[in-house]
């Protein structure tokens, strides 16, 4: 009983040194990334990136950040710097979404951006319609 | 010793939250690069076009083929045609239908309506009578020609169509006479024709006159001859289906995506 006792009291104060010890920024750290959040859902993609990097300062290896940063650097066209913060996300977190959203950009990198180049090209496409 | 060993557990116990925090999906709209660096272009004229049938360059070899052989062939069957006529073919079906004239009128109006591109409202250059395909890496020419248009990107190609009957048994699945809900794969006989268009595109810069892209693009629809179509309409459905990859050469397209976003 006296055991269970000192368990409870010192897992009481294991709970509140953690809270003391936490590091101060990470109550801003949270904010600023859901800040982004928000701000990507109402299509303010400038503002969004802009809190995700904040966040990226505060915790490089931030993977919510850096998947959510890759997001607004594929949207922009630049998909260079897409590929990097995906690739650092991936290693950072092994969120399932991180993996669906790099093996999407991969595909669409290798089925469009590939294209681009230019040179002579060949493409066939074909389409049935009526009764088979 | 435990008060280590709490935290440690409460930090996991922080940080899997965290792990399991969630998700929401994102629509984005990005651009793909165009096929052209198009910053040195703002004017695009669209030239004129060969036309043809697809098959043509084989028929004629074939043609020149039979003719050498003739006499022998002619002797060994009597005299009669080695190869049957088809039962309509693709100059048949298209008859008159000047694609050349037509493939530039819809790329002319198509690129004026999808692009931002200031689309070249004169007649273009004629190209060389009997000219064949060389025309289009004749520098010269092209040179010579973008000078009274001030020096425009020029779109320029081949058009080739065919047609083909493909018709044959096909399998279907069809509900029961008795209307039982019961479906059955019945065997029927189904006219179909095939139609193909083949486009060689060129794109030639105005100052120089050399190819700064090219493409072979080519699409093929079946209809039943029930549809009943004409070869206009049979132009436009093909066209149709290609044109936005011939936009997407001069003009950034927007592709939509989902992505996740990370809570």
């Not at chain 1, 977190?93 to 090209?121: C, H, L, Y």
């Not at chain 2, 003739?70 to 298209?94: I, L, T, V």
């Not at chain 2, 009578?129 to 020029?154: H, K, M």
């Not at chain 2, 279907?172 to 083949?198: A, P, W």
């Amino acid at each position: 009983m006296n055991l269970a006792l000192k368990i409870v009291r010192r897992t009481l104060v294991a709970v509140w040194l953690t809270a003391l010890l936490a590091p101060a920024h990470s109550d801003e750290l949270e904010d600023t990334l859901q800040f982004g959040n928000l701000a990507a859902k109402r299509g303010l993609w400038s503002e969004a990136a802009f809190r995700w990097k904040r966040v990226l300062q505060l915790d490089p290896n931030n993977g919510r950040a850096l998947n959510n940063l890759a997001v607004a650097y594929e949207r922009e066209g630049k998909f260079e710097e897409a590929r990097r913060y995906y690739e650092a996300a991936l290693k950072a977190s092994g969120a399932p979404e991180v993996r669906d959203n790099f093996e999407k950009f991969r595909q669409f990198i290798q089925q469009r951006v590939a294209k681009s180049t230019p040179q002579t090209q060949t493409q066939t496409q074909t389409q049935t319609q009526g009764p088979p | 010793m435990i008060a280590r060993i709490s935290s440690v557990v409460l930090g996991l116990v922080l940080l899997t939250g965290a792990a399991a925090a969630g998700s929401f999906t994102v629509t984005i709209e990005t651009q793909v690069k165009t096929k052209i660096e198009m910053e040195q272009y703002k004017d695009i004229l669209v030239g004129n076009f060969l036309a043809g049938m697809l098959g043509d360059q084989e028929d004629e070899e074939a043609a020149r083929a039979a003719a050498k052989s003739q006499p022998a062939d002619a002797e060994q069957s009597g005299g009669k045609p080695a190869k049957a006529k088809p039962e309509r073919s693709s100059k048949q079906f298209y008859g008159s239908l000047d694609f050349a004239n037509e493939t530039r009128q819809y790329l002319l109006e198509e690129l004026r309506a999808n692009t931002a591109l200031n689309v070249v409202d004169s007649d273009p250059p004629e190209l060389p009578a009997g000219g064949g395909e060389e025309v289009f890496e004749d520098t010269q020419f092209w040179s010579e020609a973008a000078a009274n248009y001030q020096d425009p990107l020029i779109l320029t190609g081949r058009t080739r169509v065919a047609s083909k009957d493909v018709s044959g048994f096909v399998q279907e699945q069809v509900r029961d006479r008795y209307n039982t809900g019961r479906e059955l794969t019945v065997t029927r006989f189904r006219k179909r024709y095939s139609y193909t268009i083949q486009l060689d595109l060129y794109f030639i810069d105005g100052r120089s006159g050399d190819q700064v892209y090219s493409e072979q693009l080519q699409n093929e629809i079946t209809r039943s001859e029930l549809d009943d179509l004409s070869p206009l309409s049979v132009f436009y459905s093909m066209m149709d289906e290609i044109m936005p990859q011939i936009t997407s050469i001069v003009s950034p397209p927007t592709v939509v995506l989902e992505r996740y976003l990370l809570e």
